[in-house]
């Protein structure tokens, strides 16, 4: 028996658009995660507000700290998935992958869509590189490992 959890060493981690076009220069991800809401049903003389469960927020995906380059075929494809408003789908060839170690990765379930929502925002420093970064709301569904 293991008495202590797996670890995830970054340097074995990437993102990327099937499963080998890697967004260029990723530094860092970031998945906020499933949240369950609470619809509150308390009525008139409780004294302890009662609730019962409500919708679900499949959370936001974020991309950050990668290297700026516009002529990048995977951050272009995510810019003009903003601009054009095109949904990323749970796709064997080109989804979206947020690869946990070698073998495995976190990816949209099955009935879900992540909208981007933001591109290119740049960073650059004049002793420094220029870095960009992108985010999307999940929705529809919440990312699952595979």
Known sequence: MADRATILNGSFQKVTLGPSSK????GKYSLSGLVRKTIDASEFGVDY?????????????SLSDC???PSNPEQMTLFTAVVNQVKLIRNVST???FW????SYMTIGSSGQILMTTAYKVDADRSGLAKTSFEGKVSGDYMVII
């Not at 967004?23 to 990723?26: E, R, S």
């Not at 507000?49 to 995906?61: C, K, L, V």
């Not at 946990?100 to 073998?103: K, P, Y």
């Open 23 to 26: 967004v260029l220069g990723a």
């Open 49 to 61: 507000d009662i609730f019962e469960w409500g919708s679900a927020d499949g959370g936001t995906i």
């Open 67 to 69: 290297l700026f380059d």
């Open 95 to 97: 989804g979206i992958r």
């Open 100 to 103: 946990l170690n070698s073998t």
